[in-house]
């Protein structure tokens, strides 16, 4: 904020250009003084961005300079010296609004409390909880446009962000994606009061969700732990989730990635990012220890194929010479491998292919 007002300065510098400094005709309003700054910025090829000012808030600015015709030098001298004097005082600023509040303390304040002054926000007459709602995720909102009336659905995909609105939808079955899809149409004649009333409803529903321990999906989370687990204790666990609840275990197989997925999910442009990442010697290893069954000797052998032949070479002299290893420690180094794929993943270098793709 302070480099901004910092530009905003800068920007305005140019109006030294004009008349020396006099009294001012008349007295302006904090409202007009501010219609003049924005319009002297404008005329400059420098206008000054206030999206980020609440909306009464602009509405009154362009209502503002829409009643104003012409003010003269003198007065806009004033006006500049004045401004510009209190930005030189500026040491310090602060985001405007709660939201720009709770991203300041984010870490340094309960989730409890922050939901309260969310709430205690969206009481103003002049909060937006459509500010709040576009805010949130797209898994956030996702169950509202499945299980709130197609209507509030349409209303909610009509004020979010088109990227986020296209995600949202894309995301819903075919039938319940088409009736939303047809009710935007129809919400051309909603007023805006009954939009806002909408927004608070849904912003209520959405900040009064019970705080999660966990940020991940349980069925995440299971894969993950089985990923990096014994195969013997992978299969026993899947085994006994099949007999206690089928779909789940499911849903945690195709979660799993474990080192014979590599050539299903790992494009092979990518493997030469996965063996930069890896030790040498535990690369070495996982792939001394895939000679063990024939499922992880394709992976071993995808990986080999995708990188240059001199390295490739070298890789199987050195497996050559690494003879026979422990079942414990190739899995321990096959570890190492998926560890680094889905450090890759996480970071963006590399986008795994869907298992249903």
Do not use: C, Y
Not at 22 to 37: F, G, N, Q, S
Not at 75 to 87: D, I, N, P, S, Y
Not at 202 to 220: H, M, S, T
Request: proline share 5%; hydrophobic share 45%; net charge negative.
């Amino acid at each position: 904020m302070v480099q901004d007002t910092s530009v905003t300065l800068a920007r305005i510098k140019s109006v030294e250009r004009f008349a020396r400094v006099t009294p001012a005709t008349r007295d302006l309003t904090a409202r007009e003084k501010a219609a003049v700054i924005v319009r002297l910025l404008m005329a400059e090829g420098s206008p000054m961005q206030i999206t980020g000012l609440p909306e009464h808030m602009q509405a009154s600015l362009a209502e503002q300079m829409g009643h104003m015709r012409m003010v003269d030098r003198t007065t806009l001298a004033t006006v500049v010296a004045e401004f510009m004097g209190e930005l030189e005082q500026v040491g310090l600023s602060f985001p405007g609004g709660i939201e720009g509040a709770l991203t300041l303390m984010d870490g340094h304040i309960s989730s409890t409390a922050a939901n309260r002054l969310r709430r205690l926000a969206g009481a103003s007459a002049k909060a937006d909880p459509w500010d709040r709602i576009m805010a949130l995720d797209a898994e956030r909102l996702l169950p509202i446009l499945i299980d709130e009336s197609v209507e509030v659905a349409a209303v909610m995909l009509s004020k979010l962000p088109v990227p986020k609105a296209a995600d949202l939808l894309g995301k819903l079955p075919g039938e319940r994606a088409r009736k939303v899809a047809f009710a935007v149409s129809m919400t051309g004649n909603v007023d805006p009061e009954t939009v806002r009333r909408i927004g608070l409803s849904l912003a209520g529903q959405l900040e009064n969700l019970p705080p999660r321990a966990f940020d991940g999906d349980p069925v995440e989370r299971v894969g993950a732990i089985l990923n990096v687990s014994p195969a013997f204790t992978r299969e026993d666990v899947l085994k006994g989730l099949e007999e206690t609840d089928a779909a789940f275990a499911e849903q945690v197989r195709r979660a799993i990635f474990t080192f014979i997925h590599i050539p299903e999910r790992v494009a092979a442009r990518d493997v030469p990012k996965l063996v930069r990442l890896v030790e040498p010697v535990a690369l070495v290893t996982a792939l001394a220890g895939a000679k063990l069954d024939a499922a992880h000797l394709a992976a071993a052998e995808f990986i080999l194929a995708s990188m240059s032949q001199r390295m490739s070479q070298s890789l199987r002299e050195e497996i050559e010479t690494r003879g026979m290893v422990k079942e414990k420690d190739g899995e321990l180094a096959m570890n190492a491998v998926i560890t680094a794929v889905r450090q890759l993943e996480a970071t963006g270098e590399i986008v795994l292919v869907r298992e249903d793709e």
